[in-house]
């Protein structure tokens, strides 16, 4: 019991320290700053490099991975609360790039980047998607050709999130004469290197203080632009989205419980007639309903922080499926907060319109639901002995009851 009373107490430091770095960051940045960066489409570097300067992105990952969870899911609503923007930003520094070098990072030089990282001093991103196709990461078409100086990398990226702001881009491109379809592999490539060429930005419906863009390339690297082994990216770019998605799925948690909040407050003071809405079984059936998905979603993401905690890995299906209801779940909680907040929901005045567009991102980044859903599903799709075992025999008595006095 003291050692459970002892450690109980040490998390609970852990978590003030880690809440006291992320207002020590957030300090310099007001509510002005926020709209303006979101008049911008950007959220400029100074907010990642705050975060590094103050000890957020060391804190995170100081335990490990998994064993950095709760602080991933404080930071993400921590930010969204502010600006949903500067939580992607963030998300995509921590979970991507200071994730993918903390885990695969071997030679001088990607370990003096990861310290950068931490710090803040560079900042990065993470290209997958192309013009030609969207979550298949198997059908990719940027390509690597190994040369006796290093790489060539030839490609497209698109939708970027945080380009514009970024020193590096990690790049999935595929091998030269792969054995198989799955056969990728993952590039550093500094953003200011010659032969790279960014082409713009992407106006969005939501997500708008973080910019999305495309970057075009044709380029040598050196040999240890290549993070981990050749051939295997797809392998690291799947265990890296992982964390990514969890971290989705806080920030949607977030913007649903501001939502539902303010729909809650509004239910209150709006009347019609002589009476409250909320007095009107259709609006309090239809806000507890929105109450009671959320908490269910809010104790599922705990759950799996914990069981990722506890066994120190990331359990991929769960972790898919989470996101692929939180995303539905989320979208329908703001979706019913417009709606009860009237043509007031609808304008800029009130903030139900912003996060009504940007929630909507999150059954597209991170995967889209099909994708998810077929993740799923490829985890329900194997062999289950007893189950199986118990279906024959149902069908085997699966046969018509003989009556002796039957009589026509």
Known sequence: MTWAVEQSTAEEDQALEFRNQLEDALAGFDAEDFERWEREGR??????????RAGVFRHRWKDGAEEGLPRLVTMS???YRLSSGAAVVAMGQSEMFIGALRWL????????LLEEALDGRTIGCFGATEPHGGSNLRGLRTTAYADPDGWRLRGCKRYISNVSQADYILVLAR??????????????????HPGVSFDGVFDTVGLRSCDAGQVTFDVKLPPDALLGKSGI???YATHLLQFERLAICAQLAEAAEHALHLAVAYARRRTTGDARIMDKQAIRHRLATCRAELWNVQGRL?????????????????????????GDIACRIVDAALQIFGARGYTQNFPVERLWRDVRLSRLGGGTDEVL???????????????????SDLEHLDVPRFITDHTT
């Open 43 to 52: 959220t400029p570097r100074e907010l990642p490099a705050a975060l590094g």
């Open 77 to 79: 609503q921590t930010l």
């Open 105 to 112: 990072a071997e030679t001088p030089y990607q370990l003096s």
């Open 175 to 192: 091998p030269e004469n792969p054995a198989h379809v799955s056969d990728l592999s993952l590039f550093l490539v500094p953003l200011d």
């Open 233 to 235: 990216g797809l392998l």
């Open 302 to 326: 705990r759950e799996l922080v914990s069981m990722a905690e506890r066994d120190r890995r990331m359990p991929a299906h769960e972790i898919s499926a989470l996101k692929l209801t939180t």
């Open 373 to 391: 859903a077929d993740l799923v599903a490829s985890g329900l799709d194997r062999r289950d002995p007893t189950t199986d075992s118990l279906l």
